[in-house]
Antibody, heavy 121, light 113 residues
Framework: EVQLVQSGAEVKKPGESLRISCKAS????????IAWVRQMPGEGLEWMGIIYPTDSETRYSPSFQGQVTISADKSISTAYLQWSSLKAADTAMYYCARHAGPPGIYYFDYWGQGALVTVSS | DIVMTQSPDSLAVSLGERATMNCKSSQSVVYSSDNKNYLAWYQQKPGQPPKLLVY???TRESGVPDRFSGSGSGTDFTLTISSLQAEDVAVYYC?????????FGPGTKVDIK
């Protein structure tokens, strides 16, 4: 069974760093692009960027380039989303998702359960 | 970036009636090499991640009820729920995967009238 299991909710202060995770199971982690998607409170879905775990190639949305870092550890089938200095505007639900159909970057066929990040002083 | 728009923002339909929503892309999402429309639809219920309903504009995902159907080509697409059920109350998003950055429409909220 394909699963993407994300780390839990986080409450952080502005300026703090954070890394959240997405552990994959049930499929070959290195042959699918894995994406991170942001959903701010009451808002729609925003594609942040993707990683190809085989060689850690990453692509970022221009809106998120330089704001976050996407990485992966293929030895433990886990993708990460990292911030070096959080802002209140980073408060959102963050989903990881698998792009269907290797080697292409297609629709999302599986999603993690989401990780709520709250940034507040 | 390819901009996705959806209409209406929300709609309320009686149980058993048809619900129709539209999605428009700022440029064609058809690849000439395979003649496929790189367009998907998702359903999101409160407190849940999105769920894939339709991909390649009209291919229903396995396990999705056949009351859901996608149509359209090029820049104009439609998702139809042929007979609305109570469990279909949700926000529906279209998404293009023709090129990165992948972009979503703002969503259409469906409620019961």
């Amino acid at each position: 069974e394909v699963q993407l299991v994300q780390s839990g909710a986080e409450v952080k202060k502005p300026g703090e760093s954070l890394r959240i995770s997405c552990k994959a199971s049930g499929f070959s982690f290195t042959t699918y692009w894995i994406a991170w998607v942001r959903q701010m409170p009451g808002e729609g879905l925003e594609w942040m960027g993707i990683i190809y775990p085989t060689d850690s190639e990453t692509r970022y949305s221009p809106s998120f380039q330089g704001q976050v870092t996407i990485s992966a550890d293929k030895s433990i089938s886990t993708a990460y989303l990292q911030w070096s200095s959080l802002k209140a505007a980073d408060t959102a639900m963050y989903y990881c998702a698998r792009h269907a159909g290797p080697p292409g970057i297609y629709y999302f066929d599986y999603w993690g359960q989401g990780a709520l990040v709250t940034v507040s002083s | 970036d390819i901009v996705m728009t959806q209409s209406p923002d929300s709609l309320a339909v009686s149980l058993g009636e048809r619900a129709t929503m539209n999605c428009k892309s700022s440029q064609s999402v058809v690849y000439s090499s395979d003649n496929k429309n790189y367009l998907a639809w998702y359903q999101q219920k409160p407190g849940q991640p999105p769920k894939l309903l339709v991909y390649w504009a009209s291919t229903r995902e396995s396990g999705v009820p056949d009351r859901f159907s996608g149509s359209g080509s090029g820049t104009d697409f439609t998702l139809t729920i042929s007979s609305l059920q109570a469990e279909d109350v949700a926000v529906y998003y279209c998404q293009q995967y023709y090129r990165t950055p992948i972009t979503f429409g703002p969503g259409t909220k469906v409620d019961i009238k």
